[in-house]
Nanobody, 123 residues
Framework: QVQLVESGGGLVQAGASLRLSCAASGRTFNNYAMGWFRQAPGKERVFVAAISRSGSTYYADSLKGRFTISRDNAKNTVYLQMNSLKPDDTAVYYC?????????????????WGQGTQVTVSS
């Protein structure tokens, strides 16, 4: 089992930045690919970004250039740096983990999920 706890969400104005963190425990963190997803009110949960064991990254096309995923294996933590935030970025952001050498990008690719952290961007 892997336990994931997100933090760093909040209420910000458009144009601001936030950094989300996801702390993992329970298994060897660096054996897991990590992902971020988000779910806006009334919508499905969608892929944001992923980082592999080796540090390769992949982003949703619409978020490239504004969001950056990174990991610190010594701290068992994955981050999502979000810049130039827009009201459309308002959502609950979820961290996910999967024991794989790949770079999963779909909800069903991940077995372990955090509880989510709310990000609200006001105009």
């Amino acid at each position: 089992q892997v336990q994931l706890v997100e933090s760093g969400g909040g209420l910000v104005q458009a144009g601001a930045s936030l950094r989300l963190s996801c702390a993992a425990s329970g298994r060897t963190f660096n054996n897991y690919a990590m992902g971020w997803f988000r779910q806006a009110p009334g919508k499905e949960r969608v892929f944001v970004a992923a980082i592999s064991r080796s540090g390769s990254t992949y982003y949703a096309d619409s978020l490239k250039g504004r969001f950056t995923i990174s990991r610190d294996n010594a701290k068992n933590t994955v981050y999502l740096q979000m810049n130039s935030l827009k009201p459309d970025d308002t959502a609950v952001y979820y961290c996910a983990a999967e024991y794989t050498m790949g770079l999963p990008r779909r909800n069903n690719d991940y077995h372990y999920w955090g509880q989510g952290t709310q990000v609200t961007v006001s105009s």
